[in-house]
């Protein structure tokens, strides 16, 4: 990877991660100015974690490849660890955000579809 470009792999999860950020951004209860904070917190965990991606080759480039390798990592964990909350119906997504566990945020097939998909496009390595 040079210092200036992004693998095809790492950019069709980014695209993936675009993707879900627009289906949180559409689930009803995203509610400019104030959506929901559960709906919040996913967004800006999504969002960083896309950006974080972009930043690889700008952490190639002055931290060296193996800096490089364990961001990718970290996002790869990060997300997985966003579908899982987002399969959650138990409520512990709400539990972490100070809601209420027994009535948890219902996130919908299509932002369900979309974190599936991101985790299906998570590259192994750079």
Same mark, same amino acid.
């Given at each position: !990877?040079?210092?200036?470009? #992004?693998?095809?792999? =790492?950019?069709? /999860? #980014?695209?993936?991660?675009?993707?879900?950020?627009?289906?949180?951004?559409?689930?009803?209860? @995203? /509610?400019?100015?104030? &959506?929901?904070?559960?709906?919040?917190?996913? @967004?800006?965990?999504?969002?960083?974690?896309?950006? +974080?991606?972009?930043?690889?080759? /700008?952490?190639?480039?002055?931290?060296?490849?193996?800096?490089?390798?364990?961001?990718? /990592? *970290?996002?790869?964990?990060?997300?997985?660890?966003?579908?899982?909350? !987002?399969?959650?119906?138990?409520?512990?997504?709400? +539990?972490? +955000?100070?809601?209420? &566990?027994?009535?948890?945020? *219902?996130?919908?097939?299509? =932002?369900? =579809?979309?974190?599936?998909?991101? =985790? *299906?496009?998570?590259?192994?390595?750079?």
């Amino acid at each position: !990877m040079s210092a200036s470009s #992004i693998p095809e792999a =790492v950019q069709t /999860t #980014i695209t993936k991660l675009g993707e879900l950020v627009e289906a949180l951004e559409s689930h009803p209860l @995203w /509610t400019p100015p104030q &959506p929901n904070k559960v709906l919040y917190f996913m @967004w800006d965990f999504v969002n960083r974690s896309r950006q +974080m991606l972009r930043d690889l080759p /700008t952490v190639r480039q002055e931290k060296g490849q193996a800096a490089a390798a364990e961001q990718l /990592t *970290d996002v790869v964990g990060r997300c997985s660890f966003s579908k899982m909350l !987002m399969d959650d119906a138990e409520g512990k997504m709400g +539990m972490m +955000m100070g809601g209420d &566990p027994r009535n948890p945020l *219902d996130f919908g097939d299509p =932002v369900r =579809v979309k974190a599936k998909e991101v =985790v *299906d496009s998570c590259p192994a390595d750079l």
